[in-house]
Nanobody, 125 residues
Framework: VQLVESGGGSVQAGDSLRLSCAVS????????VGWFRQAPEKERDFVAT????????YYADYADGRFKIYRDLDMNMIYLQMRNLKPDDTAVYYC???????????????????WGLGTQVTVSS
């Protein structure tokens, strides 16, 4: 499985941004693709994830309502639409994928076997 992120950049607080993740090599029936982020000198945190097959989505508390994850099955793409961005959203955003992870583990980065290289998002006040 290969994951390639794009769409990061520098924006102002209150702006919107859409991140993209190109997915290739998927084989598992219950395939999960999500987003994590890591701010400078902080742990990598869960943002959102989506089940490839049925589109069920899961969010971190801070992301629910501002961020939306969705997929394009025809293009093999996962998107993270982010609205009302805040300086605290500044981080490297990583796309991650997993085969057959139970719902209870979807927010754990250790449950994801495949990772992209990340894309930087910088939000200025």
């Amino acid at each position: 499985v290969q994951l390639v992120e794009s769409g990061g950049g520098s924006v102002q607080a209150g702006d919107s941004l859409r991140l993209s993740c190109a997915v290739s090599g998927r084989t598992a029936r219950r395939f999960i693709v999500g987003w994590f982020r890591q701010a400078p000198e902080k742990e990598r945190d869960f943002v959102a994830t989506i089940e490839w097959g049925n589109g069920n989505a899961y969010y971190a508390d801070y992301a629910d309502g501002r961020f939306k994850i969705y997929r394009d099955l025809d293009m093999n793409m996962i998107y993270l639409q982010m609205r009302n961005l805040k300086p605290d959203d500044t981080a490297v955003y990583y796309c991650a994928a997993s085969d057959n992870t139970p719902e209870a583990d979807l927010r754990r980065q250790g449950a994801y076997s495949y990772w992209g290289l990340g894309t930087q998002v910088t939000v200025s006040s």
